[in-house]
Every structure is written in C-alpha cells, then in structure tokens.
C-alpha cells in the first residue's frame, strides 16, 4: 500500500529523494468508447503546472516534485472532473488512462492506474 500525505513526504526526505529526483505523469484521456479525447486541459492544482492532451488524448506532464497532487482535468464537451490524491513517484509514472464522459447526461470520469504503459487497441 502506497504511503500518503506525510507519511509520503517523510519518507521520500529520509531516502533523500524528495527534492533530488522528479516524477513525471503520462498517460491518455479517452471517451466512454475508447476514443482519444484531445484538447484536454489537465492542471496540478498545488503547482499549477498544466498540459494539454494531443489529438489521440496522449498527454505528459513532467519535472514534478514526489508526492500526492490534485488532478483537474477540462474539456470542452465534458463535465470538468478532479482527481485527488494522485501519487507521483520519482521517475515515470506511465499508464494514467482518464475516462471522461459527455456532459449528457451523467458527466463522470473515471481514473484507472494501469500496471504498465497504456496501449489501446481498435
């Protein structure tokens, strides 16, 4: 189980990684179908750091501090969603798939951690 919070932070000090190594986060936005979603803004709400998704939804935000940030991703079409709480670890954290959802009728997104890069298929 993945440490949080301080309990993250304090850790990442005692092995001397917390300000020597950043993390960077990638991954994809995609429609309830499967389709990449581009022109999706996704902004770290402690840093302010964004970035947008291209035209098959593959985004990459890098040069991140260790840590657990708040996620807010928006595009037009589709309700505005947050994800707290997201863990970024030293080095690449690969494998974010973010499904979004048309704002009619119900508006969700979902987050899922994959084991590995994300690849999707037709």
Not at 15 to 25: A, E, Q, R, V, W
Not at 26 to 45: A, F, L, N, P
Not at 83 to 108: M, Q, R
Request: proline share 7%; aromatic share 10%.
């Amino acid at each position: 189980m993945m440490k949080r919070g301080k309990d993250l932070r304090e850790e990442l000090l005692h092995k001397g990684t917390l300000y020597s190594f950043l993390g960077h986060i990638r991954g994809k936005v995609v429609d309830i179908d499967g389709c990449g979603v581009g022109g999706c803004k996704m902004w770290i709400r402690e840093n302010g750091q964004s970035a947008y998704s291209d035209a098959f939804g593959n985004f990459s935000m890098i040069n991140i501090r260790p840590g657990l940030y708040t996620i807010i991703i928006e595009c037009e079409g589709f309700s505005p969603f947050v994800i707290a709480d997201l863990p970024v670890e030293p080095g690449d954290n690969p494998g974010h798939l973010f499904t979004i959802h048309s704002l009619k009728p119900s508006g969700k997104l979902r987050h899922f951690n994959l084991p590995d890069p994300l690849m999707v298929t037709a």
